[in-house]
C-alpha cells in the first residue's frame, strides 16, 4: 500500500523555524518529484515546492522562497521541508504528495504548523 | 505570480449537471487537474489531464478544456459529492505549480 505520513508539526513563534518530515512507503521513492502544499486555516491549498527525483532541481512559490527549503534523502525513502524565519501566515496543515507526470496522485493526511506568540 | 481563477461558489439540486469552469493565461499550453476535498481530508484527484478519469472515480465527473478555460462537469450531482473543488495547473514555464481559489459545491 502506497502511503506518505508527515510529522515534525508543532507550534512555533514568529520568526522560529521547523522541519517538517515525509515518510513514504510501499512504492520507488527514487523514482517520483515530490511536492509540499499547504492549507491555512479555512483557506484554499496553496503549492509551495517540488524537488525532482533525484534532486536536481527544486522550485518554490513566492510566497516562502529564500525562507524555506525542500530536501530529500532517497535512501531513506523520505522528504523533508525546512521552514525558517516562520511568520503567522505561514500557519497551515502541510501535506507531502506524490507527483505523476505534472500532477499529485497520492497525498499524506497531512501536519499541522502553528506560528504564533 | 500565475494565477487560476474559480468561482467561490456553485449550488445545484440533486440530479442537476453542476459545472465549475478555471480561467488561466497558460491553460491553452497546459493541462488542467482537478481536486476534490471534503472538510478535514486530503485532497482527491477527480480528473487529470483536462478530462481523463482516474480509476475509482465515478462517470459522472468529466472535464473539458478550451481556451483559457477548463471546466469541471457533474452530471447528476449527488449529496455526496458536497465538496471543496479545486484546479491546478503549472505556469507557462512549468516551473511552478498553482491551484485555483477553490469553489464550494452545494448539493441540496
Known amino acids: 500500500e502506497v502511503q506518505l505520513v508527515e510529522s515534525g508539526g508543532g507550534l512555533v513563534k514568529p520568526g522560529g523555524s521547523l522541519r517538517l518530515s515525509c515518510a513514504v512507503s510501499?512504492?520507488?521513492?527514487?523514482?517520483?518529484?515530490m511536492n509540499w502544499v499547504r492549507q491555512a486555516p479555512g483557506k484554499g491549498l496553496e503549492w509551495v515546492s517540488i524537488?525532482?527525483?533525484?534532486?536536481?532541481?527544486?522550485y518554490y512559490a513566492d510566497s516562502v522562497k529564500g525562507r524555506f527549503t525542500i530536501s530529500r534523502d532517497n535512501a531513506k525513502n523520505s522528504l523533508y521541508l525546512e521552514m525558517n524565519s516562520l511568520r503567522a501566515e505561514d500557519t497551515a496543515v502541510y501535506y507531502c504528495a506524490r507527483v505523476l507526470e505534472d500532477y499529485m496522485d497520492v497525498w499524506g493526511k497531512g501536519t499541522t504548523v502553528t506560528v504564533s506568540s | 505570480s500565475y494565477e487560476l481563477t474559480q468561482p467561490p461558489s456553485v449550488s445545484v439540486s440533486p440530479g442537476q449537471t453542476a459545472r465549475i469552469t478555471c480561467s488561466g493565461e497558460a491553460l491553452p499550453k497546459k493541462y488542467a487537474y482537478w481536486y476534490q476535498q471534503k472538510s478535514g481530508q486530503a485532497p482527491v484527484l477527480v480528473i487529470y489531464?483536462?478530462?481523463k478519469r482516474p480509476s475509482g472515480i465515478p462517470e459522472r465527473f468529466s472535464g473539458s478544456r478550451s481556451g483559457t478555460m477548463a471546466t469541471l462537469t457533474i452530471s447528476g450531482a449527488q449529496v455526496e459529492d458536497e465538496a471543496d473543488y479545486y484546479c491546478y495547473s503549472t505556469d507557462s514555464s512549468g516551473n511552478h505549480r498553482v491551484f485555483g481559489g477553490g469553489t464550494k459545491l452545494t448539493v441540496l
Open positions: 489531464e483536462d478530462s
Open positions: 524537488i525532482s527525483s533525484g534532486s536536481s532541481y527544486t
Open positions: 510501499g512504492f520507488t521513492f527514487s523514482s517520483y518529484s
